[in-house]
């Protein structure tokens, strides 16, 4: 993923009218019942402008780009008060229990590094929900980064798949890949991200285990895309230029 986006400030405009072409408070069925969610699309969105009006009732409001796409994918995704407090630091989860949801958008609206956190921690549940490759533990992977990247620190970690499924070549283990990112757990400032591949190693399912064999972190200043070619197969590349605004 990304590790932040243009600052651009670029506002749209969107009412029930507009979205449902009749007058109504018919957003939720308008999102929850649309087919053909882009996930790269609006995760990009969600990146476009770190100030907020978070809304998730369209009132002829005017909104930021970033605001628009969050609110669509929690609807779309049915996010309810567990998903919601998953995202969030506990002391801000408390705040939100006492006093409601502004909160939540408050916090989000602080800094940057919090809303690239919230925004790839939407991706993660987003997926877990969708049961994306049922047979990866997500957190059996990040117990391994912790245990082979960062050396045991209490870091928080992100991870989404880049590819839906295995890739299977020849009788090799089946391997999956997966952008990661690694975020200071006081600051939420993003401390590294880039790509893994993980192997499923064994044939009994009983057996098998998760093995990392690459990462290579993703250099924001200098989009060190060469590096990636030399490692992952030209689909994974260019997931990751895409992901990063990078033209290849």
């Known amino acids: 993923m990304i590790s932040s986006a243009s600052k651009r400030k670029e506002k749209i405009y969107l009412s029930f009218n507009d979205a449902n072409q009749k007058s109504g408070n018919k957003y939720y069925d308008y999102i929850i019942n649309s087919k053909g969610i882009n996930l790269d699309y609006y995760y990009k969105w969600a990146l476009t402008n770190q100030e907020t ?118 009788v090799s283990w089946p391997k999956y890949y997966l952008w990661i990112n690694i975020f200071n757990p006081n600051s939420y400032e993003l401390v590294a991200e880039g790509t893994i591949r993980v192997a499923l190693i064994g044939n009994e399912k009983e057996s098998q285990k998760l093995d990392i064999t690459d990462f290579i972190k993703f250099d924001d200043n200098k989009q060190n895309i060469q590096e990636f070619e030399k490692v992952f197969p030209h689909a994974i590349v260019e997931q990751i230029a895409y992901r990063n605004d990078i033209e290849y």
């Open 53 to 170: 009006n978070f809304v998730f009732e369209l009132m002829n409001c005017e909104l930021t780009t970033g605001d628009l796409a969050l609110s669509i994918l929690w609807d779309r995704f049915r996010f309810d008060d567990e998903n919601m407090e998953g995202l969030f630091p506990i002391e801000i989860v408390d705040k939100y229990r006492k006093t409601g949801s502004n909160n939540l958008y408050k916090w989000v609206q602080e800094d940057i590094n919090h809303r690239v956190y919230i925004t790839n921690k939407t991706m993660e549940i987003i997926l877990q929900k969708e049961g994306v490759n049922r047979e990866i533990n997500i957190n059996e992977i990040k117990k391994s980064i912790m245990k082979k990247y960062v050396k045991g620190r209490d870091y928080i970690i992100t991870c989404e798949f880049l590819r839906w499924g295995p890739t299977v070549t020849g």
